[in-house]
């Protein structure tokens, strides 16, 4: 290796950046349009649920129940007359869930004890379903200790269980999801500002012109590698000062950290890039390549939005060849809990083993031979 | 009439030929739909299997080890280890091999045999809030039916009232069920777009498009040409998907065929003309690539695929208004789901149609003056 | 030091050694083979061509030279290098120039020069004398700091010659490097390799498709389907052939229509148009029998037989000719019509004007050319007439409307073949033919019979499963004129038809063309081939967006006529004309 030849191609690469506006619009427009859009749009926090209540038979109790629902910051309620106009309000999601308190509510509450507070949620999105059934639950365990203060008696809880959520005590989801956020968008700058770059070059014969000088295939990867790593570290720089300051996310971990786990993980990314490049001739189909597999499955595989540990086990191993996947676990505890080197290291070497491989795969695959 | 159809079907037929006679373009359109629906099928769950997590017991009575034991025989938890220190607790939870611990206190059985309330803490690991905040809800109502046992064994004052909990559509949560139809709306969206979103640009490219503008054609037909293709494209990936859908994951068909096929169709129409105008104004292939991505990525994201429009704030609401697969996916999940017909769809076909009528009269508007 | 002695060592040594070399592509049904076997030795010091037709081998051969390929089975040695495992240490000391060189278009001339540079390891204080030489002798030096994509197709010829030489090669490969170049930039790179050959001693192999290039060289090889047809120096090929050659000159009529005759006669092998006259090649060494009404246009006098004469005879003992016969009737309505009319044209992109008023017409059944350098408008004109780039002013008539503004169908009149060649690759013959006769609106029957037509007449019958990319590029530019004919349009333009095509090859096109005005049909043509100026009826010379001269090719070539040019060549013209031209306009400026 020459680092004359070396530094030659990457300042042709990087000429060849400045004047091509689509890079630079695709490292520092792109992850700033799209981490607004995503920062804003992308929250698991349930916000004002709406909730049909029907009360067959009003009473003081069930008033109090429903003040009770009413002061939650949670719910958004409206009253229904009857069973049947609530059902069709949730049929046409004008309402989220109902709560129907019978006739006989008040009465079975002080005879037998087991007067049923009856909830009906949608259950089309599980996941908020459950939400819904937390909240409601929440507040209905609430709503029975003030009751039983106020009759005097106390609610028998044998155990009462604490809950502590270290990191994120107010459990803001935005805190969690622009962590990951960044991390699909970086593998999204990844992918596009490499898939296409050997592709390219192919297509307007440039390569070939390259080929025949005394360069060797490392020195031309890594004369791409080396600057588009540096572009994509600028976007990277720009999406952690939007975490910051913009969305209040707290930084807890060092910026040093930070930012070699990202350089890591951008060499991983655009190694990837490198590597549909190299394997498709032709610009079309290293974008189609490009498109199918970054984006969804940094999305949905990495663990950002879905447990990993739920998923089944073949694609929990499938999940491994998903560089997002460490990421996002690092860039988590970077941003809420700090510098934990028992997540850091294991999580570094897995990027590293996939690094080399997808750079090993396009060193190999990518020979100075035009057959 | 009979040559305009004439011309507008040699075309169509040239688009569909040249999409499948390449084996590379062949394999990218049909292979990767199919597999990702797969692996997404089941790698997108919301439901908690197998949270690890770890007890600081400093209780040495049974009734402790019957506490843990309810957590550990739950399909939700696995317990991973018994820790004796609070740093052991702390050092699980740091380095992530646990998500939850339970610290029990040394009075835990000595207070409950008396009948007196006792404390437990549950840490959770806050940075993924998601799963910490579903598994508190897990912990709690494992936590209550514990505290129902011991009510009826120790006597006390049991609560006067029963949440009784029932969820209409998908009795049993299953969050499978919510995401396989939004995956199908993914993917349609996707092939849509790929089919027609780079067509003119590859045209241009290859200097066959001069080749077509000196034909008789009229720019009209030529995007009739271009778009017929991707409808076709999306129509049959799009069955192919739901069927994949029914058939292997067993996601219940409760609505009607004809409800599904209008959403389909609407739908089509609105991602095939956006395809179209990014098409129309991208120069090259990577300027289409770049356009596709740029309408696809927030499309995913803003149409309450994963997260629900009703928690984002008002603004980026009235943003979703203009993504097409947001009404899709009411659609789609109306239909497998709800055994919603056509009928209650109108709230959702009419914008998308607007947003596939006013896209191609863009598209074609752009696609005119790019000629001239 | 060391390096002089190698070089020194290396003398008597022959710069090239290939042994029964064979490469072949595809696999299974789609295999096809590139070299058979092929056995070569060339020594140092050395100019080579390699000539042949399309599909020959001759691109396969220079990549596995440049070690770029990797062979089959055989030996290559180059420069006594093993190839391709020393292909590396081979690379540091050739120069490689392909048949499409990439220059990078988002960097200036300078900065080119500078990665290429970097890229052999010239240390940064050798350069700038090096630069200048480079930039001197390529005539660049005011252009330096201009984006590489913004040069005209000459320049970036040159740059890429000059980038190919940045370190002094101890071998030259140039694979077609004068392809697309006008006659001006094509005289200029020749004179830059002849420096290297005779200046630095460098060994130069290249592959060309003109036989004037090929004849200036030590050494030529001409290649056939893979196989080496002949080797030798250009006047022991031409050697077998002497008597095979004669000129009918003076010919009072247009030659064209002579030639389609002549062409037709017994034994006759080639027919070429060499200004007035007419060359004839023959397959014995007889003259060819005029008789009856050819009879008056005297008897063809004996002239010695030169290397294109050899080519074309050695592959029409492998391939006899196709004869493409004249029609048998012509649309003789409106003939003498004018048919297009343009008048005070002008285009600007920006502020550059890429055609400056320019005025001419043209008539029905004409033979049309429009001649210019790179980058001298003919394009654009036709773009403009084609209606897909409006005029910025001035006023273009084709068959009566502007096809800018005119109704779809007024397009159907016109057939258009483009530079590139712009099919759909992934689609068979067939599907093309079936899909444009379609987008012309034919009928089925008609459909069918213009389908049955064009596998007939161009002798695609063979190739219809195939997909057009894969076509060897003869068959190619046949297919592009099958589907600009499939509707028979009246008015036929064809952009740069013949750029890149082999003699052959070129000849069986101009043969179809001559075919097509006889029955009538008006062909506009751009070319840059002076030779095939010699079939139009009428010219237009460009330069710089302007209107040069226009007339017959003999009127132009009178403009020329002078005591020390009596008998100039279309070509001679063209560099005159333009020369002058340039010298006034910088003279005004």
Known sequence: MKVMRLAGLMRKETYEILRDPSSIAIAFVLPLVLLLIFGYGVSLDARSISIAEVVEHPTQLTASFLAELQHSPWFRPTVYSDEGSAEQALMHGRADAIISLRSDFTRLSYSSGSAPVRLTVNGVDANQARIIENYVNGTWLLWLQQEATRQGTRL????????????????????????????????????????????REWERGTMEGIMVTPVTTTEILLGKLIPYSAMGMGGMMMSTAMAVFLFDVPLRGSLLVLFSTAALFLLTALGMGLVISVLARSQFVAAMIAIVTTFLPAFILSGFLFDIRSMPEIIQVLTHIVAARYFVTMLQSSFLAGDIWSVILPNAFGMAILCAVFLGIALFRFRKRLD | MRLIFQRVFALTIKELLALLRDAASRAVLIGPPIIQLLVFGYAATFELKHVPFVVYNQDQGQLSRDFIARFAGSPSFDLLSMVHDQKGLEQAIDNKSALMAIDIGPNFSSDLERGRATHVQLILDGRDSNTAGLATGYAQSIVTTFNGVQIAEHGGNPPSTVLLDRA??????????FIVPGICGILTLLVSLLTTGLSVAREREMGTFDQLLVTPMRPTEILLGKALPGFLVGTVEGSLIVMVSIFWFHVPFTGSLLGLYLGLFCFLLSTVGIGLMISSLAVTQQQGLLGVFLFMVPA??????????????????????????????????????????????WPQYWPLAVIGIISMIVAGRLFRRRLS | MQSTLIRAGRIDMDAVVVRNLSKSFGKGVGRRDALKSIS?????GTMTAFIGPDGAGKTTLMRLLAGILTPDAGEIRVLGHLLPKEALTLQSQIGYMPQHFGLYEDLTVEENLNLFADLHGIPHGMREGRFAELLTMTALGPFRKRLAGQLSGGMKQKLGLACTLIHPPQLLLLDEASVGVDPISRRELWSIIQQQ??????????????????????????????????????AQLAAPFQGHAFVLENVPTAPRNLQSRVAQLTGVVDTVIQGDGLRIVMQEPRPPVLRDDLAP??????????????????????????????????DTSQDDATVVVVKDLYRYFGAFLAVNNISFSVRKGEIFGLLGANGAGKSTTFRMLCGLLPSSSGTLRVAG?????????????????????????????????????????LENRRRKERMAWALEELELKDYTAMNAGSLPLGY??????????????????????????????????????NALAAGGTTCLVTTHFMEEAEYCDHLVLMSLGEILAQGTPTEIKDMVRRPDLPKPSMEDAFISLIEEHELTSRRAS
Request: hydrophobic fraction near 50%.
């Open chain 3, 297 to 330: 246009f005297g008897t063809p006098k004996a002239v010695p037989a030169r290397l294109e004469d050899a080519f074309v005879s050695l592959l029409f003992r492998r391939t006899p000719r196709h004869l493409i016969p004249l029609p048998t009737h012509r």
């Open chain 2, 168 to 177: 209409w559509f998908n009795p049993n949560l299953d969050s499978q069920w």
């Open chain 3, 40 to 44: 070569l030795q060339l020594p140092l």
């Open chain 3, 197 to 234: 050959v005779v200046g630095q001693k460098v060994t130069v192999l290249l592959s060309t498709a003109y036989m004037d290039e090929a004849e200036r060289c030590d050494h030529v090889v001409l290649l056939h389907e893979g196989e080496i047809l002949a080797q030798g120096n250009p």
């Open chain 3, 476 to 513: 190619k530019q046949r297919l592009a004129l099958a589907c600009a004919l499939m509707h028979e349009p009246s008015i036929l333009f064809l952009d740069e038809p013949t750029s890149g095509v082999d003699p052959l090859a070129r000849r069986e096109f101009w043969a179809r063309v």
């Open chain 3, 401 to 441: 409307v502007d096809l800018r503004t005119a109704t779809a169908s007024a397009r159907a009149r016109i057939g258009y073949v483009s530079q590139k060649f712009s099919l759909y690759g992934s689609l068979s013959v067939r599907q093309n033919l079936s899909f444009f006769s379609a987008a012309y609106g």
């Open chain 1, 156 to 199: 028998a809880t044998p155990v009462v269980a604490d809950t502590r959520v270290w990191f994120n005590p107010s459990l803001r989801s935005r805190d969690y999801l622009i962590p990951g956020l960044i991390a699909i968008i970086m593998t999204l700058i990844g992918a596009l500002l490499t898939a296409l770059v050997v592709a």
């Open chain 2, 300 to 345: 995913i994201v803003l149409s309450g695929f994963a997260t629900p429009i009703a928690n984002m704030p008002e603004v980026v609401q009235y943003i979703t208004l203009l993504d097409p697969l947001r009404y899709f996916l009411v659609i789609l999940r109306g239909s497998f789901l709800e055994g919603a017909g056509p009928s209650l769809f």
